[in-house]
């Protein structure tokens, strides 16, 4: 693993959120409380910048709603790259962004989820300063809170190189379990990482976990 990384951000967002009834892109970021004047930041803006200052460029996978997230990726700064056939699975997304990211000439990425909200700054730093110090066998990094396994996690070339091999209908948790002596879990003080948006019931309790920030 080398020592000056350079990163490529990744932000899979090609699915179509079916259990929330809208795009989860595109939902209010901070989620809006009653009174509250309706917030121009998105999901999706909010993942960007937050993942601006920890990489050299940011990728948004996107699918059919290519049209509907383009503005909101362009004005922030980033690039988009579209899945063909994202029926395929989140997965496909995934070797999509990092066949691009590996494209830019980079050999590590940082990999979220839309879904998953925004986390600290010094999160993301730990998880860098994490990457930069491990031993030449990890080949990723991946948060940890209260047991719990989350997003954004780092990868180099090896593991890269591992997704990019298997059939885009796979799972990279299974690959991940699959190559765990390489995997290093950092614990980190930063409950975002274990949160995953799918309904509206989830989007709704993020309130009483953002409180207690």
Known sequence: MSLTASFG???????????????????????????QTASSDTLLSAAIRSLLSATDFILVVVGENEAALAPVIYSHGASLVVNRDPQRGQFSSLQVGLQEVLNHGRDAAIVTLVD??????????????????????VWAIVPEYSGHHGHPYLIGREIMSAFLQEPATSNARDIEHA????????????????VNINTPEDYAELHVVLQGQ
């Not at 909200?117 to 930069?132: E, G, I, M, N, Y």
């Not at 190559?179 to 274990?194: N, S």
């Open 116 to 137: 998953r909200p925004p986390v600290k700054s010094v999160t993301l730093q730990t998880l860098r300063d994490a990457f930069s110090m491990a031993d030449p066998n």
């Open 179 to 194: 190559h765990h002596k390489h995997v290093q879990y950092v614990r980190v003080d930063d409950p975002l990482v274990a």
């Open 9 to 35: 951000g990744v932000i899979l967002a090609a699915g179509k959120s079916s259990r929330m009834g809208q795009d989860k892109a595109l939902l209010a970021w901070p989620p809006l409380v009653a009174g």
